[in-house]
């Protein structure tokens, strides 16, 4: 079946990442749908000269614009990313969080409703094979101690404004499949890095300080952990359930790369040390600076993956070192360094 594919924020990080991994593919058409807020940058997006692409700027909260998208470009697939993702900005302004997360996603399960199916659990002709694939985050677990890891099966404890829109919207998918039988498919994903990623980021501000020689900031005490998956991989992983994964289900997809803050911060300075000395001979660690922990501050995230990779056979091709390398020179070469 010829594909069109309607990816939602798809000028964003990973977003940007997943079309130009998907425009390696052939007989898919894609329609990139973004509101181009601060986070946004079409410049991220490389898609292969062959690739059928439209780019359509508007908002997932325009009802009656997100049903026009799915009509006039027949769409029978959907990969949405869009959504407000940075926890900080989550507690000063969590309305933007609750509209775009929540009601965004309500208004695309809608007009995927409405577009493939003609009453509940009865296709239209020609979209039996329509697939709604939902990427959603760790965070809607809430935190872990020193041990154990979040599985499918985990419940929901979401800490932060953020965390808790992302919660409800998974929650909206999965009622969409329980209740009218859309064709959904969910992931939840680790922390994500690599190249694109906003400048507000943990990795991108801690190299972009460190080559400006700023102050690095670490909150609370840097002991904070989380499991990094190379964006690349992950956006991999989302093609493999969007293909072949079983409706209704969720599907965990992380890096088995935990790592503290701080050793992030000190990795990262360390092959700056080797890469781009400073002139001064001190090491980038020493710009190293503690700062007061944010509120609500989850301890460690850490995501078991044996489901996607047992069932779909994935797995992540880089470890967090091999990844963190191909990161910072993406970064020098963007700052033309």
Known sequence: MFKSVLVTGGA??????????????????????????????????????????????GDICDTQFVQKVFEEYKINSVVHFAAESHVDNSITNPGAFIDTNIVGTFNLLQAAYKNWMEAPNVFKTGMENARFLHVSTDEVYGT?????????????????????????????????????????????????????????????????????????PIYGDGKNIRDWLYVLDHCKGINLVLEKGKLGETYNIGGKN???????????????DKIKPLESQKSYSDLITYVKDRPGHDFRYAIDASKIENELGW???????????KTI?????KYNL
Request: net charge negative.
């Open 315 to 325: 797995c992540a091709e880089e470890n967090f070192e091999s990844g963190i390398e």
């Open 144 to 216: 872990l101690g020193k041990t154990g890891l979040f599985t499918e099966e985990t419940s929901y404890a979401p800490n932060s404004p953020y965390s808790a829109s992302k919660a409800s919207s998974d929650m909206l998918v999965r009622s969409y499949f329980h209740t009218y039988g859309l064709p959904v498919v969910t992931t939840n994903c680790s922390n994500n890095y690599g190249p694109r990623q906003h400048n507000e980021k943990l990795i991108p501000t801690i190299i972009r300080k460190a080559i400006s020689q700023e102050s690095i």
């Open 12 to 57: 964003g990080f990973i977003g940007s990442n997943f079309l130009n991994y998907l425009s390696t593919f052939s007989d898919i058409k894609i329609v990139n749908l973004d509101k181009l807020t601060y986070a946004a940058n079409l410049e991220n997006i490389k898609i292969q000269k062959d690739c059928d692409y439209t780019f359509v700027k």
């Open 329 to 333: 020179h993406w970064y020098l070469e």
């Open 258 to 272: 935990e790592r503290e803050n701080i050793y992030i911060a000190k990795t990262i300075c360390e092959i700056l």
